[in-house]
């Protein structure tokens, strides 16, 4: 996938009923929807159906994965390898994670940003959790008076922790672009 990603924290293990919650939010939302395993989609957003109104010239049809990761669930290694470097996410948070959702879109054009914070925001209605999204130096100061940011570390690079209202509101900034 070329386009940007977003990782959702969790504190422990989602329910199965919230990942069949999750799977039929998906699947309503998609042109196209293909359960990979469960918990993990690989799907194709209709823009609309997430709060975007005006897809200009780009296809309103956004590709994407979404990716639940832990014991028990799959993708355990890439949830190892997302967070071996992290620092003490504890102390941030005031959890360690057990689980993640990982939200990686296939395009890489300014409306894939959006729609990836978007999806990300619907995916944690479902099943909550805390984002973590990489900054930039310059975005560090817009993000600090969002509403719904937990907190913002800058070890080992600069982040952001926020809830679904966060990112809402991250991507109604001018110019928002995620870094990863």
Known sequence: MAGPAL?????????????RRL???????SARFEELRSGGYD????AASIGIQDAGDVDGRRPFLVSLMGPG???????DAEHADEGDQKAVLGFTPTHAVGVVAGCGTP??????????????????GVVN???????????????????????????AYGTAEFLRA??????????K
């Open 7 to 19: 990782v959702i924290e969790l504190a422990e293990a989602v329910p199965l009923a919230a990942v």
């Open 23 to 29: 799977r039929d939010a998906l699947a309503r939302s």
């Open 43 to 46: 799907l194709n957003v209709h």
């Open 73 to 79: 669930f799959g993708d355990e290694a890439i949830f």
């Open 111 to 128: 409306l894939d940003h959006v729609a990836t914070a978007l999806l990300t925001a619907a995916v944690m209605d479902v099943i909550g």
């Open 133 to 159: 999204a990489e900054l930039s130096e310059d975005q560090v100061p817009i993000v600090a008076g969002l509403p719904g940011l937990v907190a913002t570390v800058t070890d080992p690079w600069p982040a």
């Open 170 to 179: 991250w991507a109604r900034q001018p110019g928002f672009r995620l870094v």
